[in-house]
C-alpha cells in the first residue's frame, strides 16, 4: 500500500518561505517520478515542480510561476522529496499535494497515481 505523507505547510508573510516534505512507503522511491501540485480555493489542480530518476541521472521540472523561486529534491535514502518555496507571494496560497508515479516524467496530475492528503500553505499580504 502506497502512502505519501505531506508535513510543513502553514502561513507565512509574503516574501517568507517554507519547506514541504512528503515522505513515501510502500513504494520503490528511486524510481518514482515524484511530483507536487497544489489546488487553490475554486481552481483546479495545477502542476508546481516534479523529479524524476533517470539512466542520465535525476532531472527537475517547474512551472513557469515558481522557476527559480521553488526547489524540488529528493532523498532516496529516506524515501523523501522536500519543496523548498522561497520568496513566497499570495498567489501561492493553495493546499499542496505530493503525488507519485511509476513510468516516464508527466506534469499532468491524471497521470499520477499516487496522492498525498495535502497541506495548507497560506502566504498573507
Known amino acids: 500500500q502506497v502512502q505519501l505523507v505531506e508535513s510543513g505547510g502553514g502561513l507565512v508573510q509574503a516574501g517568507g518561505s517554507l519547506r514541504l516534505s512528503c515522505a513515501a512507503s510502500g513504494i520503490t522511491f528511486s524510481r518514482a517520478v515524484m511530483g507536487w501540485f497544489r489546488q487553490a480555493r475554486g481552481k483546479e489542480r495545477e502542476f508546481v515542480c516534479s523529479?524524476?530518476?533517470?539512466?542520465?541521472?535525476?532531472?527537475?521540472a517547474y512551472a513557469d510561476s515558481v522557476k527559480g523561486r521553488f526547489t524540488i529534491a529528493r532523498d532516496n535514502a529516506k524515501s523523501t522529496v522536500y519543496l523548498q518555496m522561497n520568496s513566497l507571494k499570495p498567489e501561492d496560497t493553495a493546499v499542496y499535494y505530493c503525488a507519485a508515479r511509476l513510468g516516464s516524467f508527466s506534469d499532468s496530475a491524471t497521470s499520477y497515481g499516487f496522492w498525498g492528503q495535502g497541506t495548507q500553505v497560506t502566504v498573507s499580504s
Open positions: 523529479s524524476a530518476i533517470s539512466w542520465s541521472g535525476a532531472s527537475t
